[in-house]
């Protein structure tokens, strides 16, 4: 076993060595070929794993060997710059893309984007002033779409726990106010949402064929999670709306 461990090891410590290096914001050491926060290596992980399944065939009461998972969104991060308690963006994306995306073309159109972000708002806003929502009715709005692709919990000061996907709605409905809310009255209109929308799709649109595949989509929400990462950025973080003014 450990003589086709080796060659594969091997190839994947050179691939890791030529791929750029990441920032991560995770205290797990990741590697290319390594498996779990432990950094088993392939060999290690191998062995463990058969030796651990042949005891049970043995009659053992052990448990199958499986290293501690890695971080959310592992493997998928390449390029991006946001957070990792914004959640997974690609995974986000993809949600999105299926979503919005009513011919199936596997595409986000201008028409699409807007009739999706008429959608969420209509969904999203008070019976009561159905004509803006505050920052914190959107977070609240918000919460259950990006549970699935956050953290359960997050550990914080004191380690004190508290809801992942809370926070991270709350990390998105303050960017999407800091560059929505272009008259600064503590409200977003669904023209204003639509007008984000529409400066984002220009800014991903990096083929500028007026669609968004989603390695764009993930470019799009990368932009509003981190301003400073966009093809525009100034060399100081800029929101979206001063960078699309100063093309």
Same mark, same amino acid.
């Given at each position: 076993?450990?003589? %086709?461990a080796e ?7 050179k691939? &890791?060595?030529q791929?750029?290096? *990441?920032? $991560? ?13 432990g950094g088993y290596s392939?060999a &290690?992980y191998? !062995?463990k794993?058969?030796a651990?399944?042949?005891? *049970?065939?043995?009659?053992k009461?052990?448990t199958?060997f499986? @290293?501690?998972?890695? @971080? %959310?969104g592992i493997g998928?991060r $390449?390029?991006?710059k ?6 997974n963006l690609p995974?986000m994306a993809?949600a ?6 009513d011919d !199936?073309?596997y595409?986000i159109s201008?028409?699409e984007?807007r009739?999706?972000v008429?959608?969420?708002f209509y969904?999203?806003?008070?019976e009561e002033h159905p004509d803006?929502m505050?920052e914190r &009715?959107?977070?609240v709005a918000l919460?259950p779409?990006?549970?699935?692709y956050?953290?359960s919990a997050s ?5 004190i726990? $508290?809801?992942g996907?809370?926070?991270s ?5 303050s960017a999407i ?9 503590g409200?977003?209109t669904?023209p204003?949402?639509?007008?984000l929308?529409q400066r984002?799709l ?5 083929d ?5 595949? &989603?390695?764009? %989509?993930i470019?799009?929400?990368?932009m ?6 966009? @093809?525009?950025?100034a060399?100081?973080?800029?929101p ?5 003014r100063?093309?």
């Amino acid at each position: 076993m450990r003589a %086709i461990a080796e060659p594969m090891e091997r190839a994947m410590a050179k691939a &890791e060595a030529q791929a750029p290096r *990441q920032e $991560w914001n995770s205290r797990a050491v990741v590697m290319g070929g390594r498996f779990g926060h432990g950094g088993y290596s392939l060999a &290690e992980y191998t !062995s463990k794993r058969v030796a651990s399944v042949l005891a *049970q065939l043995d009659g053992k009461d052990v448990t199958t060997f499986t @290293p501690r998972p890695n @971080p %959310i969104g592992i493997g998928n991060r $390449w390029g991006v710059k946001a957070s990792s308690d914004f959640g997974n963006l690609p995974q986000m994306a993809q949600a999105l893309r299926r979503f919005a995306d009513d011919d !199936s073309d596997y595409l986000i159109s201008g028409r699409e984007a807007r009739d999706a972000v008429a959608a969420f708002f209509y969904n999203a806003v008070d019976e009561e002033h159905p004509d803006a929502m505050t920052e914190r &009715e959107l977070a609240v709005a918000l919460t259950p779409l990006v549970r699935e692709y956050v953290p359960s919990a997050s550990r914080g000061l004191f380690g004190i726990m $508290w809801n992942g996907s809370s926070t991270s709605a709350g990390m998105w409905a303050s960017a999407i106010f800091r560059d929505a809310d272009t008259d600064h009255d503590g409200k977003v209109t669904l023209p204003e949402l639509t007008d984000l929308v529409q400066r984002l799709l220009c800014l991903a649109d990096r083929d500028q064929d007026g669609d968004l595949d &989603e390695r764009e %989509i993930i470019e799009g929400l990368d932009m509003l999670a981190a301003p400073e990462s966009g @093809p525009a950025a100034a060399p100081a973080p800029t929101p979206v709306r001063a960078r699309v003014r100063g093309k």
